[in-house]
């Protein structure tokens, strides 16, 4: 195929995780989750408030600790839209939801369209449960609601994208 000379194209989103610790109130452990088990997590890759990424990014491979039952998780943007017909609210982002106990380091694999001829991307990010700001101040802000977040904002570049994958890029 022939490439787009001269045109760069960009397509944010973010990643990271989200944590909760387990209380009495409003997120208790659930039945069967290990009484070691503290928090529950979720790792995702999503478009900036929720707008659709599914068209380029095709697929994200999760690489748990593996301590963590079944510690790959692969999940298809194929999938997922499969499970959002004739819903309402429709699922936009690669989400895994866990419990546990500690932190560690998730590699994130992205896995774009085969159009656009670009080889998955590996990102690194660190779980984090408990507040890490600098100051108790800024670990009480991080405890708002209860939940500690890690989320990065990043912008994913085309360069010089193939014709057929810029139609697609462009046609959203
Ligand atoms: C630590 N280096 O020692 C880290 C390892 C591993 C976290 C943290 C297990 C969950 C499960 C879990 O939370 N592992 O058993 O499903 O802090």
């Known amino acids: 195929g022939k490439r787009v ?3 760069q194209i960009y397509r944010p989103f973010v ?3 989200t944590a909760r610790p387990f209380n009495d109130t409003d997120n208790p452990r659930p039945a069967g989750v290990p009484l070691d088990h503290t928090h529950s997590w979720q790792v995702f890759v999503k478009g900036i408030e929720d707008t659709d990424i599914f068209y380029w990014l095709r697929r994200v491979q999760f690489k748990l600790h593996e301590s963590i039952p079944n510690h790959l998780r692969t999940i298809d943007a194929e999938t997922i ?12 982002a690669f989400v895994v939801n ?3 106990w500690g932190e560690f380091e998730i590699t994130i694999k992205l896995y774009y369209d ?6 998955p991307q590996t990102l690194y990010h660190h779980l ?8 108790e101040a800024e670990k009480e802000a991080m405890r708002n609601g209860g939940e500690v977040i890690a989320w990065t904002y990043e912008e994913q570049l085309f360069n010089e994208p193939f014709e057929e994958f810029y139609k697609i890029l462009t046609s959203g």
Do not use: A, I
């Not at 819903?87 to 936009?92: A, L, M």
């Not at 085969?114 to 080889?119: N, Q, Y």
């Not at 984090?128 to 100051?135: A, D, F, I, Q, V």
């Open 114 to 119: 085969s159009k656009s001829g670009e080889k």
């Open 5 to 7: 000379k001269g045109v």
């Open 81 to 92: 839209m499969k499970e959002n017909e004739g819903k309402g609210k429709k699922q936009r």
């Open 98 to 100: 866990e419990t546990g």
């Open 15 to 17: 990643y990271g995780t």
């Open 128 to 135: 984090r449960l408990h507040p890490y700001g600098r100051t």
